[in-house]
């Protein structure tokens, strides 16, 4: 079942919470006095203003300010205000808001920087410990067979990678944040990208088990191919980490004249319905086992990545496993035909 999340439900339980509270008012508006009113229709300002957004904060306050002026400040149903002060409950109004919301935002930053923090320490240390302990081991004077030193080869290659990994998702996340000028477009070819992600993971134990079937009428497309990897990669990475031992991973490349639809399947348990709703949250982790690495950032890039194209990203349990399904739209490239472009 595909999960979608409305992106404007702040808004809208703070507006029920306003269309609630004026149906009160005007029930037992002569009992409880405007006063209590007033403090009432504080109510959905503050519960907007816990977001840490000046903008929905401006835009439900002044929503706010203007249903109680109309149905409760003499005269009503009129902007006219004859008491100077219900002027002054209007500002305390925004300035309630803003003062919340700043504080929400100021707590926010402090939680997440602790989260990367956190996230980032133990995310390193676990493969930088891998890492040194097995150059030392091959440093010994003592020498080892050649089965043992490839197998330390080998974890030396995965803790590398995922290191480089983290690094990566973390430069991708800041160049993302910053939004404007952000993509470096041209022609990009699946097979070339998937080909480019697969070979981050060739010395990868399970790599044989991922299935690539790509339509053969699939065209260029104009986006940005250094993302397009790395959202190849995280993907990669995420069915990897979750595919339960001997199971199949099959990614699928399909087309139409207006969309190319990317198909990344795994056979595994399905995914509570409370993880698939914030699957794509930063930091999420569907769990903290010790032996499932990962910083809980590598999906909230890849959302990022296909926004940034105009695309989505969903995830939802398929028959015998998990799906992830990435939509993009085909755009044209701005005056360069294929040909030239290439």
Same mark, same amino acid.
């Given at each position: ?27 037992? #508006?002569?009992? $409880? #006095?405007?006063? @209590? ?8 300002? !503050? ?6 957004? $000046? ?20 005269? !009503? ?37 602790? $989260? ?52 990566? @998702? ?65 993907? $990669? ?28 399947? @795994? ?28 910083? #809980? ?23 015998? #496993? ?21």
């Amino acid at each position: 079942m595909t999960t979608f999340v409305f992106p404007y439900r702040h808004y809208v339980v703070a507006l029920v919470l306003l269309f609630v509270i004026s149906v009160t008012s005007a029930l037992f #508006g002569a009992v $409880m #006095g405007l006063t @209590n009113i007033a403090l009432l229709y504080l109510l959905p300002v !503050l519960v907007i203003a816990l977001r840490g957004d $000046m903008k929905a904060t401006t835009i439900v306050t002044a929503i706010t300010v203007v249903v109680f002026d109309l149905l409760n400040v003499p005269p !009503l149903f009129s902007f006219s205000v004859h008491d100077l002060v219900h002027a002054w409950s209007f500002i305390l109004f925004f300035l309630v808001g803003y003062t919340i919301t700043y504080q929400a935002k100021r707590i926010q930053a402090n939680a997440i920087k602790e $989260m990367f923090l956190d996230t980032l320490s133990h995310d390193l240390k676990t493969p930088l410990s891998s890492l040194l302990g097995n150059v030392s081991l091959l440093l010994k004077d003592h020498p080892v067979d050649s089965q043992t030193r490839r197998a330390l080869l080998l974890q030396i290659n995965d803790s590398g990678q995922r290191i480089n990994r983290l690094a990566s @998702n973390l430069l991708d996340s800041a160049r993302l944040k910053d939004g404007n000028g952000v993509l470096r477009p041209e022609w990009c070819d699946f097979e070339d990208i998937i080909g480019v992600a697969l070979q981050e993971f060739r010395y990868h134990p399970n790599q044989h088990r991922i299935e690539v079937v790509i339509d053969p009428d699939t065209a260029l497309f104009w986006g940005d191919c250094a993302l397009l990897v790395r959202l190849m990669v995280n993907l $990669m990475d995420n069915a990897l980490k979750y595919t339960e031992e001997g199971k199949r991973i099959r990614i699928t490349v399909a087309t139409d004249r207006k969309t190319i639809t990317l198909l990344f399947f @795994n056979e595994s348990s399905p995914i509570k319905k409370s993880d698939l709703k914030n699957l794509f949250e930063r930091f999420y982790r569907i769990d903290d086992r010790a032996d499932v690495g990962g910083s #809980g950032i590598g999906l909230s890039i890849c959302r990022d990545i296909a926004a940034v194209h105009g695309g989505t990203i969903d995830a939802r349990n398929c028959t015998g #496993g998990v799906c992830f399904e990435i939509r993009l739209p085909i755009r044209k490239a701005s005056d360069h035909p294929i040909g030239e472009a290439l």
